[in-house]
């Protein structure tokens, strides 16, 4: 071989070999406000490090060790729980010390019994080991982030015993750091109020960081689908039919698009009832009123993907309004609600007994409430 050749070769080899590092990456996660946010932890082995699956007996990555760095101004907390390729193994050592602004953790196990089974040279960011739960400040705003950062002098792998080890200041170990971000509250308070049969009127508490919002809609046991964008914390629906009821959700959007869960749920039918609202001792009692509800009730029951409650021949002009009417109105109701997933109505008189109780004004606008 040519003199000059050979050295070179040398020279290239052990240049790459000594590029050859392990990986210990922190990933990413989000939460509102005062929320946890789940952040991965992976270790990727690559072949030609000192440690790893293609090393040989005794120089398997049996040992872990990490130290995550926090701002206290945006995070109270970061505890650490094995998973991934570690959940299940029995460790030899393990333990968390923590304090304020870090969180560590560090794990070792017996190689003969409890091998971490590393997938060698997979895709980056490697085998999951465990998960960061990350609780931010309740004062934290929506779009700030919180970086996790991992210390160098404090981070490494090595085998069983630890006699060999990985780390950054022997070039043998990179580490990539990672980030918490705080994302947008959800909205809340949504209500859905109709307007007559041709509208329906949204309003929802406003997010602080929000750009807009997305305004989502189901009805007839339909998927949600999105209807429309708000500027503000309202929306006016006029693309309704009447005897209809409608399902909705909203979610906060940022400037960078970043969208928040989903508000609860709230629901409206598009119906005008005759005499509205009904006043007690004033208001004659009609079959119409029982009819108009049964109407609305069964709106509100296809919403919910469900059939419409059973004929009845005992509802009609000229016949008598019956606390049995009134039950099946309310059980045919509680079901869609469920179903729907807004709250269930606290009745006046829950128990309703045919000959004894009297059907009251109340009665009948409760379950008129429950559908507007």
Known sequence: MNRTVAPLLWILFAVFTASAQDVITVGTGSAPAGGVASVPVYVLDRSGTPLGSDAGTGNR??????KVMYPTSLVSSVTFKRGGVIASLTPVFESQPQGSGFTAYIVSFQESTNPIPFTLNAPAPGDLIGTLSVTLQPSATGGSSAALTLDAASTLLSNQSGTTSESVSLGTLALV??????????PSNLIATASGTSQVNLTWTAVAGADHYEVWRSFNGSSYAFLSNAPAASYPDSAVAASTTYVYIVRAVDAASQASAFSNVDAATTIVFTDDPLIAMTTLSKAVHITELRT?????????NLGP?????????????????????RTGLDQARSLIGVPPISYADPSLVAGTTPVRAMHVQQLRDGVK
């Open 61 to 66: 990555i049996q040992g872990i060790s990490f």
């Open 309 to 329: 409650l059973a004929s009845d021949p005992t509802i009609g002009v000229g016949q008598l309004i019956r606390a049995q009417h009134i039950a099946d109105l």
């Open 296 to 304: 609305a009730v069964n709106a509100f029951r296809a919403a919910a």
């Open 177 to 186: 750091n990672g980030s918490a971000s705080c994302s947008m509250s959800a």
